[in-house]
């Protein structure tokens, strides 16, 4: 049976907002060989090459971004949704930044990205120590968590995910990371069988969890980081 392997990036494939070493690299790509796999990832393009190496993200079959709100194929467009978030939708997501009790705030707290916002309290310029803080931080009071409820109790039509360690993934409701099992599904046929780190309800690799389970198609393996992943690749 063909068999399509879909990896999540960040905290999965490489540490959050790390880039992948040479040594996992040349790893991955003995394990990819005579396999199809696909890249899904909340982050854009740019994002993606400073995380992994081209000689993987190349070698891909598919690479979904944004959410799998686009997606490229030998680094042609395939699809891309544009959305454009209400002004009211900003104007939340200002406020929850300003009330917010958490002190270390850092630069880009809004990013834009193809059919999707990106929201962090911290700020996308946190270094990676000021990642592991707000991190250890929002682990104690679930702001984001927080925050995610509110914005899809206000915005019926708009769903709010957990992603990395810092951020919220904000897109159009349904416009999430199954839009990829469920193209891959549909164009390849056969068995997807996906790896991620935020498997659990409101993470924003849930859905295309929930779609594998729904179709019964393949299998999911929920990781907790990069080393687990690698352990399970060289199982497979």
């Known amino acids: 049976m063909k068999v399509s392997y879909l990896f999540d990036v960040d905290g999965t494939l490489t540490k959050p907002r790390q880039r992948m070493d040479d040594g996992m690299s040349c790893r991955f790509l003995h394990w990819a060989q005579g396999k199809s796999f696909f890249l899904v990832t909340g982050s854009d393009k740019d994002k993606l090459f400073e995380q992994l190496p081209s ?3 190349n070698k891909a079959s598919g690479v ?9 194929v030998n680094d042609r467009i395939v699809y891309e949704n544009k959305w454009e978030p209400p002004i009211e939708l900003l104007t939340l997501l200002i406020s929850w930044r300003m009330k917010s009790p958490y002190l270390n705030k850092r630069p880009v ?6 059919g999707m916002l990106n929201f962090s309290v911290a700020g996308r310029k946190s270094n990676t120590e000021e990642r592991d803080s707000y991190y ?9 968590e927080t925050i995610a409820k509110d914005i ?3 915005f019926p039509r708009v769903e709010a995910k957990l992603g990395g360690q810092i951020s919220i993934d904000i897109q159009p409701k349904g416009n999430n990371k199954s839009l990829a099992s469920k193209w891959v599904r549909k ?3 056969g068995e997807i069988i996906f790896f991620g780190d935020k498997c659990d309800e409101g993470g924003n690799d849930y859905d295309i969890v ?3 389970i729904k179709n019964g198609d393949g299998e999911y393996y929920p990781v ?3 080393l687990e992943t690698f352990e399970l690749l060289d199982r497979i």
């Open 64 to 72: 979904f971004t944004s959410m799998a709100n686009e997606l490229r």
């Open 109 to 114: 707290f809004l990013e834009h990205r193809v």
């Open 224 to 226: 907790k980081n990069s």
């Open 187 to 189: 164009t390849r046929g």
């Open 210 to 212: 929930q779609d594998i």
């Open 55 to 57: 000689s993987i993200v």
């Open 136 to 144: 250890d931080w929002d682990r104690l009071y679930r702001e984001r």
């Open 152 to 154: 899809e109790k206000q």
